[in-house]
């Protein structure tokens, strides 16, 4: 006689959170880099200016900078609203792309933006902020949507496209007015998710 193993019950929760793309390893590494973001900004102002994006220091030897400037914040409102941004996305796309990819997203995208900023915006003396990277992000989630035929990708990509031409057009952020937005770089950073994942697709590389 064969006995039947016995089925576990519903986990509600756990069930909710996986919807949300924050279960298990998800939600880990969501609060590591909610925390690590945290970290940061505890710095103040002091650390700003020591990891943000300068042209000048970064000509001096300070190559970190290319690197850090993208996790540093202005001040709580900057990062609360980056922060926001961050964990809709988080639940839109975290599984639309594989980890390695998402790696491969930030890397690609963080070298675009720093290209696009160094030679696109001589002008520019200084940079923060992960907006660039969550332009990325967004870029490369729709795109990874689209590929499996869902229209729900496209739509956003539209939204994103339309959303960068007011921008552009406007110069100034449609999300707040609060602070300097340095609107080019979220040109870059959509150009950079965009074309990591584009270029994957056409070397039929895995998602």
Do not use: I
């Given at each position: 006689m064969i006995a039947k193993a016995r089925e576990e019950?519903?986990?509600p929760g756990r069930t909710f959170l996986r919807s949300l793309n924050c279960d298990g390893a998800y939600g880990w590494t969501l609060l590591t880099v909610l925390g690590f973001l945290g970290l940061l900004a505890a710095g103040g102002a002091r650390w700003a200016a020591l990891l943000r994006y300068e042209p000048t220091a970064i000509r001096a030897g300070e190559w970190w900078r290319l690197l850090t400037a993208h996790w540093v914040h202005l001040?709580?409102?900057h990062l609360l609203l980056d922060a926001?941004?961050?964990l809709l996305l988080w639940v839109l796309y975290a599984r639309e792309l594989r980890p390695l990819t998402w790696l491969l997203v930030l890397a690609g995208a963080t070298a675009v933006i720093d290209a696009g900023l160094w030679w696109g915006e001589p002008q520019l003396q200084w940079y923060v902020g992960i907006s660039a990277l969550l332009h990325a992000a967004w870029a490369a989630g729709a795109v990874g949507v689209a590929l499996r035929g869902q229209s729900a990708g496209w739509v956003m990509l539209a939204i994103l496209g339309l959303k960068l031409a007011v921008e552009q057009y406007?110069?100034?952020?449609?999300v707040t007015e609060a602070f300097p937005v340095v609107i080019?770089?979220?040109?870059?950073?959509a150009l950079g998710g965009l074309s990591v994942v584009v270029a994957l697709a056409l070397a039929r590389k895995p998602l």
């Open positions: 019950p519903a986990q001040g709580p409102w926001t941004g961050l406007t110069r100034s952020s449609l080019a770089a979220h040109r870059y950073g």
